[in-house]
């Protein structure tokens, strides 16, 4: 065996002679006992820069046939190997690169060709012939050498002339009309085709990088024009809010007309033959690693704005468009389509729709298409971000032809409204400073919080208050916030008719983003928070300030401006009036226990008398806890999370004739709760917070001996009406002190009781009082609900902090979710709890299904 010493190739152990007998004798259509393999000849099959994601050996392999004189013949053959242990292993394993390629090369293009063969149009090839293809000891495809049948790459630097622009979008779209029939003869091509470039699972590996090439990205362009660095501000806080989008953006439409993309479409992925005369006689694409189903526009502006030359990309984009579609409307009704054929006006619409496709891919691949030949480029070099990765990107991003096309492009794309990334109707800087770690949303800018000052202070002249600055950060540390997004924004004022400087601080609460907004199965939270700030909670107060008693039951919210792309809720900052948590894995003392206790009677008893005046709650505060369905959708998602608790605490000595039978109630403990949770119309009913442990609690001290004297509630995210126990129980085992929980609890039902009753009459209750052993049948009756509160909330309670903590790593079993789950669960002052707490649950006879049931007869 030879290498080429000039390419420096370096050959693979696996690369042996016997491994190219089956694909020279698919090659020759020979048995492998006709010939003898008598060498090999490996060779670097691309320059560096023309191939990112695969190594290409070019492998001239010498054959003599036993039936001939024995002169050797050579068969060349391009050999596609998976990249050796790198970023770009990692990546092409994510995105399932090689099976789907394979999976292309083996079936889908065959029967792509298949159509117009036996249609009549025989000179319809797509791609080259694949000879062999192997996953052992690495992933390999063999393919036939197209060079050896004259095919050769355009230069990708000086881009597609008009000719070889026209041959290749009617080759594109004879792939795609063919694509579409075969989907419709043999049904949808399957998960494997579902997602291309961007991909979910594609989210960890984009956030590892995501920081670095955007302070990347704001460096040079702010060495560019004056408007491509107004553009660098506007995308200053995309984040992984670009990610986000591209995944929709990319992901087929059912409404609409989806073909099958090649995907990385670019003047490097396709090869021309030409005449004697120079004129081109045929095209084959190669490199099918990204084809996925969706929109056609995802090829058409992959190609238009990377391989066209940069002289008319833009100025003939129409032209271009309609002769795609031309071919396209041809193909479909040559291979007898029956279906719906997209009008060229709604092919338009579909490119504006995909233009933030085509920006990223002006930001990724035209870079690459422009830049002149390096020895050291790989996609390993463009991820990297140390020394050597800044020093290859800045190659690419100040090349002069580069900077040249992207100061037009980005005006093409700033005018066709791309930088209005969520789509809320500007394509403006934030204006506002925040945190350097916090991924600021791009709604919360400073039109946003002057929105807010105005309607908090007013519009006249006298009362105008002027914003001079505003700075943000996250409002809650890793693990003390799962269900939102909590963000701390400090504003400084200047109230110009009195000459006073002020300080306005807010807490804007949203949605969390990315992955972790999947794990939010219950989608009305914003609707019942919301109807709680802005309605009850108001009239709850209102209720006492009539009886001559001020009350505060939670924060202030003020009504964001409409038309934001997510539900944002607006709250005063009470850290400010010197509210703040408890320390969480501590749990609460008898002091502080009684404290929140006595807001819970507080907010029970207002709820209670609002109801009794004739008031009605809306459906979604008193039907939730009875929906079956989102029960057992929820028992599914914490499943991963409870097979992980139970596997440490077989592990336990303590715990060992306990753990069958806490499974058998935990795993469907949101099912049981439909029944613990059943509504006694004949009882006493409160609205509960629903969410009542001590993260959402905040304490205010004195100031003359630092006690705890009162308390506000935070997220009223799941309320629900029905028994006071529900708050009673979760509040009890999630937040009380390991040594108060169990030993106190009759202590502290008769102080809730105790309070409950007195802010009852105070308010003028008119019903029966709900009595002291009332309450403690109930809190039996439904105790239940303290093994869900035991074995999901208690450990967040306990946990150390981590820069880990989420939701998703509490359920996933990756790295950071095993990580997460040990911290979780394996977790010394959990294991102390449940020293008490399982004995007590057998004690209690809870640990069996049965007693889910608050209404059995006695």
Known sequence: MTSSASAAVSVPEWMTKEYFVDAIAVKLGKPATDFTITDLDVRRATEAGDNYASILYRVRVSVRLHNTDGTPMDISLIVKALPKLSLTDEMVKLMNLFPKEIAMYTDVLPRLEQLYHQAGRTSVHFGPRCLKHSTEPTDVIVLEDLRERQFTMANRRQGLDMEHTRLVLRRMAQFHAASVVLEDHRGPYGELFREGMFTEKGRAMSEQFQKGQADFFQKIMRCWSEKAQHCASVMQHWGMDLFDSLIRVTRANRKGFNVLNHGDMWCNNILFQYNEDSTVNDILLIDYQLSFWASPAIDLIYFMFTSVNGDFKLSQMNYLVQYYHEHLVDSLKFLGYTGTVPLLKELHSDIISHHLFGYMICFSILPICLMEKTDDASMDLMLDQGAAGESFKLKMYTNPVYVRQMEQLMEYFFDMGVH???????????????????????????????????????????????????????????????????????????????????????????????????????????????????????????????????????????????????????????????????????????????????????????????????????????????????????????????????????????????????????????????????????????????????????????????????????????????????????????????????????????????????????????????????????????????????????????????????????????????????????????????????????????????????????
């Open 420 to 858: 209005d990334l969520l789509q809320i109707g500007t394509q403006r800087p934030a204006r506002i400073d925040c945190d350097p770690s916090l991924e600021l949303p791009l709604w919360l800018d400073r039109e946003f919080v002057e929105h807010i000052v105005d309607a908090k202070f007013g519009i006249a002249p006298e009362d105008k208050r002027t914003v001079r600055s505003v700075y943000t950060k996250n409002a809650a540390k890793k693990g003390d916030s799962y269900a939102a997004a909590l963000y701390s924004v400090k504003v400084e004022l200047l109230w110009k008719d009195a000459g006073v400087e002020e300080t306005l601080s807010l807490i804007v609460k949203a949605p969390p983003k990315g992955i972790t907004a999947s794990y939010s199965l219950d989608k009305e939270v914003y609707v019942r928070e919301l109807y709680l700030y802005e309605h009850l909670i108001p009239a709850f107060e209102a209720l006492y300030r009539s009886k001559g008693v001020s009350v505060k039951l939670g924060p202030r919210y003020y009504k964001p401006r409409v038309g934001l792309p997510v539900e944002v809720i607006v709250l005063e900052d009470l850290t400010i009036s010197g509210y703040r948590m408890a320390n969480r894995q501590d749990c609460l003392d008898q002091a502080h226990l009684e404290v929140a206790l006595n807001h819970l009677a507080q907010f029970h008893a207002a709820s209670a008398v609002y109801s009794e005046s004739g008031k009605t709650l809306p459906a979604i505060l008193t039907a939730s806890s009875a929906d079956r369905q989102m029960a057992a959708k929820t028992d599914h998602m914490f499943a991963p999370s409870l097979d992980s608790l139970f596997g440490y605490m077989r592990e336990w000595d303590f715990a060992g004739e306990f753990v069958d039978d806490l499974e058998t109630v935990a795993k469907q403990i949101y099912q049981l709760l439909v029944d613990t949770w059943t509504l006694n119309p004949d009882g006493f009913n409160v609205l509960n917070h629903g969410d009542a442990w001590l993260n959402n609690m905040l304490f205010a001290y004195n100031d003359y001996d630092g006690s705890v004297d009162r308390m506000a509630l935070i997220d009223f995210q799941f309320p629900s009406w029905g028994s006071p126990v529900f708050d009673l129980i979760h509040f009890l085992f999630s937040s009380a002190r390991a040594d108060l929980k169990l030993s106190k609890q009759a202590y502290f039902l008769r102080y809730y009781q105790e309070r409950l009753v007195h802010n009852l009459v105070l308010l003028g209750y008119g019903k029966p009082l709900p009595t002291l052993r009332q309450l403690h049948l109930d809190f039996n009756d439904r105790l239940t609900a303290a093994i869900k509160t035991v074995v999901i909330d208690l450990p967040y309670v306990l946990v150390d902090d981590t820069d880990d903590a989420s939701q998703e790593a509490a359920i996933v079993q990756t790295e950071v979710g095993q990580r997460f789950q040990k911290l979780l669960f394996d977790n010394e002052r959990y294991k102390e709890q449940l020293k008490d707490l399982l004995p007590y649950f057998r004690s209690r006879g809870l640990l069996t299904p049965l007693a889910a049931n608050s209404k059995r007869d006695k």
